[in-house]
């Protein structure tokens, strides 16, 4: 039976280098460890574009970047990364992400005491495994790892808030930003965020198009947020709309301080969704072949998912995918604009920014 608090140990690591949106939502367990332990050193390994968002919590006091597709791929990246975590002598890992890796990683570095979910791969390796629960918030998951050390004050916790730190240059540039379209402090923004890694989880194209000519007829001013990759998919529906297209231009320090200054955010079960929260940026997102009951949906005050109801075909899968396993692509194309319109006005009137 384990006997150890938390506070047994000095050197804490967290490792999540899955996608940002989980490397996000990882953040909330950071500063749950930071809230209890004031005095715990903190390292967090990520990947290249986890580190931006990482970069942001003041729970976090080391950043070890994992570029395990590149300058760190394979077995001798993996013992770099593993030696530098047994040179800040790391005495317990805690690893959300359930991946072979990071199991191999946390055995190569040798802590005296590690936790990680029953579903993690070859999850024997770990000194103590805390059961996988699917259907719960991953907010609520990542924190049920901590029901491993005897504290009866660490768990749970409520209503986290993450401690930020925009540097002062990154406030700057939005600031500028935002006069360069002559947007000022009287102005509503509108975020729009149509991208996503799978091709299924996106609403049409059209769509967003039609949303943000709704939204500019009601004096609003429709930002479109994305990475470089989607610059071409916001370019497009920034012409075709009166948008202002941001796409590949912001880091994600500029875009979470950004989304701080935003009244809504409408976006595709993605990142941006958690990076509002981070922010308590109200939120709609648009759930296409996945669902929130995998966990991954925005959970403000003022927040709304939204979703085809009663299709037989979804969800098809966690992630999406690249095609619509039945080719139709029905969950997004039928979820129409008006729709979307209407969701979003509901919120916008919650928040008072509508009488």
């Not at 079960?269 to 925005?298: E, K, M, Q, R």
Request: aromatic share 10%; hydrophobic share 35%; with cysteine.
């Amino acid at each position: 039976m384990n006997k150890y608090s938390l506070l047994d140990f000095n050197h804490i690591a967290i490792i999540q280098t899955a996608f940002l949106g989980d490397v996000t939502l990882s953040l909330y367990l950071a500063q749950a460890i930071r809230n209890y332990h004031k005095t715990a050193n903190i390292t967090f390994v990520t990947t290249p574009i986890g580190s931006s968002v990482a970069s942001v919590s003041n729970a976090i006091d080391n950043i070890i970047t994992y570029d395990k597709k590149g300058l760190q791929k394979g077995l001798n990246g993996l013992k770099r990364i593993s030696n530098l975590l047994i040179e800040r002598k790391i005495d317990c890992i805690i690893a959300p992400h359930r991946s072979f890796r990071t199991t191999l990683l946390t055995f190569l570095s040798k802590p005296i005491f590690s936790v990680g979910f029953n579903r993690n791969a070859l999850s024997i390796i770990y000194s103590k495994r805390i059961k996988y629960y699917k259907h719960y918030h991953e907010i609520d998951r990542n924190l049920s790892l901590l029901k491993a050390f005897n504290d009866q004050n660490l768990f749970p916790q409520q209503n986290i808030e993450i401690d930020l730190d925009i540097h002062p240059a990154d406030k700057t540039f939005i600031e500028n930003k935002l006069n360069f379209f002559d947007i000022n402090s009287n102005d509503y923004i509108i975020a729009i965020a149509p991208g996503s890694v799978w091709n299924t989880k996106r609403w049409l194209e059209e769509h967003f198009i039609e949303l943000i000519k709704k939204l500019n007829q009601r004096n609003f001013k429709s930002i479109l947020l994305g990475s470089q990759e989607d610059y071409d998919l916001c370019k497009r529906i920034s012409d075709n709309s009166g948008g202002i297209n941001l796409a590949g231009e912001l880091t994600i320090p500029q875009v979470i301080h950004l989304l701080s200054k935003t009244k809504l955010l409408v976006t595709n079960d993605s990142a941006p969704t958690h990076l509002a929260g981070l922010v308590n940026c109200p939120t709609l997102t648009i759930y296409g072949p996945t669902s929130p009951i995998f966990g991954f949906y925005p959970r403000g005050k003022f927040d709304k998912s939204i979703e085809l109801e009663n299709l037989k075909c979804k969800p098809c899968s966690i992630h999406g995918g690249k095609e619509c396993p039945i080719k139709s692509h029905s969950c997004m194309k039928d979820l129409k604009p008006d729709f979307v319109f209407e969701n979003a006005l509901e919120i916008l009137k919650n928040t008072n920014v509508l009488t």
